[in-house]
């Protein structure tokens, strides 16, 4: 992973290399600290060490119960299924991988449809084991696959923590398990069993997705200017700090729209504290220079962008056209009008003054991917340092979680009466 911060200098809001000199005492500081919370396994400072301490053999052991599926879909919600997706949409498999991370009635009833129940390894996620949704969720794929006549016991993998309803119906049914790591928020398991065994299951490297992760340990480093994860998050932190309260992650590769929405989690549920944070944008290059791009070089001055491209990728050609106004695309190739747009995005933005930061990995394959995931990780965790704000925590969804269970009758909870207060102006 590779990071370049000159356009976030002399911008609006922008930085200096005065700014990230200053800074960089800081970091050296913060780096300590982090250090230290990942020697003593602390509560969160773990997910930093997953790439040495998660086991692809267990792993692996765990999934090679099954034959080889036609299917694989994750019954999960947040870091319990974005990790996972992000691995799966990012590399091909002639496994497919689907996700149920929400529940829509309509995509359920059509995502069981379409699946063939029979031949899909159903993979339940939840570290807590009481999350509604995904217990929802499961109880209906259950149901659907007990209607098709699928023993859903044989078609079952459960990744959950020691205790709760899932380890509860794992232990009482002995379906294959993997454990959630100890000390690790979900948003930040992705290089663990809860991002890892769909990767798996499709026939991936997770061996190399882990020394991915190692490569983006082994280049933390007590200096920003030594270690681009560090980098990134001193640069959005000093960003959010001068106005730039939205950073807008822009991937030109859709194999990487997911890492997009799994960033959109890790930066908002990790920063979001004590009236602070800066808010994720997803966005997907070249396809939002048609849309969001208006916004971001015209709009407030209050964002940053993050470029990220893969700089080697498979190319399709453009063939030669007799069409006077296209002969400029006629002999090119798709990837390279997207690298084009990708280069002008940035030099509009910059001309715009419109501070913008180009994050590049090689290729997307298994180790830039867990590269790029623990660097990303790594960035959130020192932004959370400088901005001392508690960077593990997650006190804020609570609030929804009571009203909604209290609604369905599962408690009584203050939060849920609150519904009822609703302050009306229809307007029919
Ligand atoms: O893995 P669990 O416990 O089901 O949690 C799923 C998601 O819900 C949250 O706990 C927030 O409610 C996230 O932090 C987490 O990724």
Redo the contacts with the bound molecule.
């Keep these: 992973m590779r990071v370049d911060l000159g356009n976030a200098l002399e911008t609006t809001p922008g930085l200096t290399t005065e700014t990230l000199d200053r800074l960089d005492d800081r970091v050296a500081a913060a780096h300590e600290g982090i250090a230290a919370g990942m020697a003593d396994d602390e509560f969160g400072y773990a997910a930093l060490t997953l790439p040495e301490t998660a086991d692809p053999d267990a792993i692996r052991s765990a999934v090679d119960g099954f034959d080889r599926p036609e299917a694989v879909l994750t019954v999960?919600?947040?870091?319990?299924a974005l990790g996972a997706a992000t691995l799966s949409n990012a590399l091909e498999s002639d496994v497919d991988a689907y996700v149920l991370d929400n529940v829509d009635p309509d995509e359920t009833r059509r995502l069981l449809a379409d699946l063939p129940l029979g031949d899909t390894v159903v993979n339940v996620?939840?570290?807590?084991g009481t999350?509604a949704e995904?217990l929802a969720n499961f109880l209906v794929v259950r149901e659907a696959m007990a209607d098709a006549g699928v023993d859903w016991t044989e078609r079952t993998l459960v990744t959950t923590g020691e205790s709760g309803n899932l380890r509860e119906l794992a232990d009482r049914h002995g379906l294959p398990s993997l454990p959630v790591p100890d000390g690790v928020?979900?948003?930040f398991s992705a290089l663990s069993t809860v991002g890892l065994a769909v990767a798996a299951l499709q026939g991936h490297d997770i061996e190399a997705v882990l020394a991915g992760g190692r490569d983006g340990m082994d280049a933390l480093a007590g200096s920003l200017y030594d270690s681009p994860a560090y980098a990134y998050g001193a640069a959005t932190y000093a960003l959010a700090e001068r106005g730039a309260l939205t950073n807008a992650v822009m991937p030109y590769a859709e194999s990487l729209e997911t890492f997009a929405e799994w960033f959109a989690q890790l930066w908002a549920?990790s920063l979001g504290k004590d009236g602070l944070g800066q808010t994720p944008a997803r966005a997907l290059g070249a396809t939002d220079q048609h849309s969001q791009l208006q916004l971001y070089r015209a709009g407030p001055p209050d964002k940053l962008v993050t470029l990220v491209r893969p700089t080697e990728r498979a190319d399709a050609p453009i063939p030669e056209t007799d069409l006077d106004g296209l002969a400029y695309l006629g002999g090119s190739s798709l990837g390279g009008l997207l690298d084009a747009e990708f280069e002008a995005t940035e030099a509009s933005l910059a001309a715009a003054g419109v501070p913008n930061v180009r994050v590049e990995i090689d290729r997307v394959d298994e180790r830039a991917l867990g590269e790029l995931l623990f660097g990303m990780e790594a960035a959130c965790v020192l932004y959370g340092e400088l901005a001392s704000v508690s960077t593990f925590t997650?006190p804020a969804?609570e609030w929804g979680?009571k009203a909604a269970r209290g609604l369905l009758g599962g408690g009584d909870f203050d939060e849920a009466d609150a519904v009822a207060e609703k302050r009306e102006l229809r307007i029919d």
Excluded: F, H, L, N
């Design positions: 999960g919600i947040g870091g319990s996620v939840s570290k807590s999350t995904t928020p979900g948003r549920e997650q969804v979680k």
